[in-house]
């Protein structure tokens, strides 16, 4: 069709909706019922998957998930009353830099601010946690804004967007005809969608501070994931003949087994990382936001080490550290702009000091990582992890002890092997894991979560039976909330009380329930029964639940300090 006045073609907002998505690769979308019910037929027209979620921050979630492991955008949708609900889950996509574009539907102008039911303002909501957030009222808008919103949510440091559709469901604007403005490129149906390098003058600066360094170490970050810089890394690392230590996000950046991986750094960490970071005399930040995880509280670096930055954000560059040599770039095209700019080093003495470190934490953690003991210690839950990993799985991590334990134990030998890991949210693991098995269903996704995070959406295993989304999830299951015991116990110091009224829960049974929603299940008591469970779990053809009974009393060690 075409508008009568302009000549210019239409298009009915339901379908721009659906072939936009379509557009940028997007082959599912996560939502709560009632939301652009007309659009979501107009998807299933042009093949795009439906998946129902039981909540709306689940469906959040599950786009987040989608959208790290695809490396492309995501759409998540819900309508007015569950708008809340929706932006809350958007908090861990926007820390994770994750490119999840977010639909609402709200209340049309002429309801606004007269206590319309069920209505609150959604600006507010969105501005905390999104790149954009805009507000469709008029039926032309939604091309535009559509397609801008992809462009946000794939370009710079990647993020959410979010669009705001005249109508409760959206559908007043979804029914209309709207001029067709141009359809996204391709080029942000992609993850990073450009890729510009670092001002060269910047670079040549880097390159003399790195010239000046014996000792340097590239921490690695979240953005560098983003950016699928791991080759870039590697390469740059080898050339330097530098360790490389991790933020959990980027806990994928080497394989185990590579001499110049030191592990995962920061608050959760090993600590033969934060001791190689106490030890170096220059520190590149690669696509690390330098915050106070990676950092211990900003300790490691210590004050007045060099610091060299590439992240594509140039609010990031020197934040933390003053002086600090920034390339604003994309990571994976700064580091090979560095790495065309240096000569190679041979390996030496600091590589040398580096493996000795982490031999040395090896021969710390080998006792407990072989432990028979029951209830089981989950650091052998998280060696009987390592050794069942098919070579081309993803690990999705819940946050807390399920990211400390899988982060610093579970060891990635494949290059193929990915993990994603919550950005602080406790309960996004399982979700996560779903929307990774749907962003690429060909691959094992195995979720690693406790008893207190799988309990936040455990109902989404009614989603997973009836969209067929077949993910294992393994449920480190000690009863409780053991990351905060330690200060629980020091406020009870010298007191009588219950203080498990805080922090334990009633014993459950997770493998029974799974079996309940028409899942596979399996209870795992003893350390040596965990590869035929996993096994099993793998040959169901069916979402699976592993529920592992571990120890209530196991503690994760505190991050190494220097003295």
């Known amino acids: 069709m075409t508008h009568p006045a302009t000549q210019i073609p239409t298009m009915k907002g339901a379908r721009y909706i659906a072939e936009a998505a379509l557009a940028v690769g997007i082959d599912h979308v996560f939502f709560v019922d009632a939301v652009l019910r007309r659009a979501l037929v107009e998807m299933e027209e042009v093949g795009i998957r439906r998946v129902l979620a039981r ?75 999104t790149k954009m957030s805009a507000r469709v009222d008029l039926p032309d808008q939604l091309p535009l804004l559509l397609r801008q919103a992809f462009r946000v949510a794939t370009t710079g440091r990647p993020g959410p967007a979010h669009l705001d559709i005249n ?5 007043t604007t979804a029914m209309a005809d709207c001029l067709l403005a141009a359809m996204p490129e391709a080029s942000f149906g992609r993850v990073p969608a450009f890729r510009p390098p670092a001002d060269p003058a910047m670079v040549a600066a880097a390159v003399a501070a790195i010239g000046q360094a014996r000792r340097p170490v590239l921490v690695v970050g979240t ?177 807390g002890y399920s990211s400390q334990w899988s982060g610093t134990l579970v060891e990635l030998r494949s290059p193929r092997q990915r993990y994603l890991r919550a950005a602080g949210s406790l309960g996004w693991g399982f979700p996560g894991a779903l929307g990774a098995k749907c962003a690429l269903p060909d691959r094992p996704v195995v979720a690693f979560t406790g008893d207190g995070g799988f309990m936040y959406h455990m109902v989404e295993l009614e989603t997973a039976r009836r969209c067929g989304i077949h993910t294992i999830t393994v449920v480190n299951n000690n009863g409780c909330l053991a990351q905060g015991a330690r200060s629980i116990d020091a406020a009870y110091e010298g007191r009588n009380g219950n203080k498990n009224e805080i922090y334990v829960f009633h014993p459950m049974d997770f493998a029974a329930v799974a079996r309940s929603m028409d899942c596979f299940g399996v209870r795992v008591e003893d350390p040596a029964d965990f590869q035929d469970a996993f096994a099993a779990a793998a040959r169901a053809g069916r979402p699976a639940v592993i529920d592992v009974v571990t120890d209530p009393a196991a503690r994760a060690p505190l991050g190494w300090l220097p003295q």
């Open 55 to 129: 909540s709306e921050k689940a469906a959040a979630y599950m786009a987040d998930g989608y959208s790290r492991a695809a490396r492309r955008p995501a759409l998540c949708m819900a309508q007015s009353v569950g708008a809340a609900n929706l932006a809350a889950g958007l908090q861990d996509a926007f820390l994770g830099q994750s490119s999840v574009v977010a639909l609402t539907g709200r209340k049309p102008p002429i309801e606004q601010y007269r206590n319309a039911y069920q209505e609150i303002p959604h600006e507010p909501l969105f501005s905390a946690v």
């Open 167 to 171: 109508g409760m469901t959206g559908d």
């Open 223 to 399: 953005g560098a994931m983003a950016s699928a810089a791991e080759g870039a890394v590697q390469a740059l690392a080898e050339r330097l003949s530098a360790p490389v230590v991790a933020a959990l996000d980027a806990k994928a950046v080497l394989v185990e087994q590579h001499p110049l991986n030191g592990g995962i750094v920061g608050t959760y960490s090993r600590s033969c990382a934060n001791r190689i970071v106490a030890e170096a005399d220059l520190v590149i930040f690669v696509g690390c936001d330098t915050g106070d995880q990676v950092t211990s509280n900003w300790v490691l670096p210590a004050p007045g080490i060099p610091v060299v930055q590439v992240d594509p954000d140039p609010a990031e560059l020197g934040r933390s550290y003053p002086g600090t040599i920034g390339l604003q770039a994309d990571v994976r095209a700064g580091l090979e702009q560095l790495a065309a700019a240096l000569p190679a080093r041979p390996s030496g003495g600091w590589a040398a000091r580096a493996q000795a470190l982490v031999a040395e934490w090896r021969a710390e953690t080998a006792p407990a990582l072989a432990s028979p003991s029951t209830p089981i210690r989950p650091e052998r839950l998280c060696a009987e992890l390592t050794a069942a990993l098919p070579e081309d799985a993803i690990l999705v991590a819940d946050t």
